[in-house]
């Protein structure tokens, strides 16, 4: 009900995540605006079944996917809903007809921004890879962090676990590219994927609580990890509660939410590439809380 909607709501814009990126990074409060719209509109087509919302879904993914690429895989997860949940051949076929446009603007979208090589360290390629030795580095610092690019200015010969990661992996990089002059970036993140295969799969089993908690101070990371970590029990506590009633509803949710997680999950975990995902994620805390503080469900215009 609004009463329950308000302490969500609350909690999703006042939380410390929220505070201290949205002014550290303002592109994220764009991408919760946009993945907002999706929601919304995902929703509204289900129950109207109206081309206009399939418009809005177009261009919220157009959108988001000018900040971010992930918002395509959003097309992609809720493809898997129309095909074994709602089973509406109308709204599969108006789906399909978004993840084509999609598929082509991204296509459009990489293919105008296309990068050398000597600019995917910043592009990302390279820091996904590197990644892999985070717990590697975390065990020879001690700290609980990832670190900035900008410790080494910082703090002179002192290394961040950013820098040290980086340092490991250029120095795999170096003994392969000496033994395969020729490789290519799908060839070599293969190659890699191989040889760290362990660390990998650890890595990615990981990647929901890095998701939430991980930063580059160590102070705020074990805030986050202990805050959201009970903050996300109590959500998944009132989706499971939510779901007996409105199970369409909330699998759209979780469906458009998954398909914004996915590419951090296969590739980098970080706090701050999850204020989105939380902000939409923690106005479920509003049902419990709710509960808690003595409001009643409301029906009617209440609800």
């Not at 990302?124 to 030795?133: E, W």
């Not at 395969?180 to 994927?193: Q, V």
């Not at 970590?229 to 779901?243: A, E, H, N, P």
Request: proline share 2%; hydrophobic share 50%; net charge positive.
């Amino acid at each position: 009900n609004k009463e329950q909607l308000f302490w969500g709501l609350l909690i999703a814009v006042i939380n410390p995540l929220y505070l201290h990126f949205t002014i550290k990074n303002t592109p994220e409060v764009y991408s919760a605006l946009i993945l907002g719209i999706s929601l919304f509109s995902y929703i509204r087509l289900l129950k109207t079944g109206k081309i206009i919302y399939a418009v809005y879904i177009t261009l919220s993914v157009l959108a988001g996917m000018s900040i971010k690429p992930v918002f395509f895989l959003i097309s992609i997860t809720m493809l898997f809903h129309w095909i074994f949940i709602n089973r509406n051949k109308k709204l599969l076929a108006i789906h399909i007809v978004i993840i084509v446009i999609s598929l082509f603007s991204y296509f459009a979208f990489q293919s105008l921004t296309k990068l050398e090589r000597q600019q995917m360290n910043s592009y990302g390629f390279d820091d996904i890879l590197s990644r892999v030795f985070l717990f590697d580095a975390i065990k020879e610092t001690g700290e609980i962090n990832l670190g900035t690019t900008e410790d080494l200015l910082l703090h002179g010969p002192i290394k961040s676990n950013y820098l040290l990661c980086n340092e490991k992996y250029n120095d795999w990089l170096k003994d392969y590219s000496a033994s395969n002059p020729d490789w290519t970036e799908s060839r070599l993140a293969f190659d890699f994927t191989k040889a760290h295969l362990l660390k990998s799969v650890l890595l990615r089993a990981a990647s929901p609580v890095l998701f939430i908690s991980l930063t580059s101070n160590s102070t705020e990371t074990i805030i986050y990890f202990f805050l959201y970590g009970f903050l996300s029990v109590i959500t998944i506590i009132s989706i499971k509660r939510m779901y007996r009633n409105n199970k369409e509803d909330i699998l759209i949710i979780l469906y458009v939410l998954a398909g914004y997680y996915l590419v951090f999950f296969l590739t980098l975990s970080y706090a701050r590439y999850s204020l989105p995902f939380m902000s939409y994620f923690l106005v479920f805390n509003g049902i419990l809380i709710g509960k808690i503080s003595g409001f009643k469900s409301g029906t009617g215009k209440n609800s």
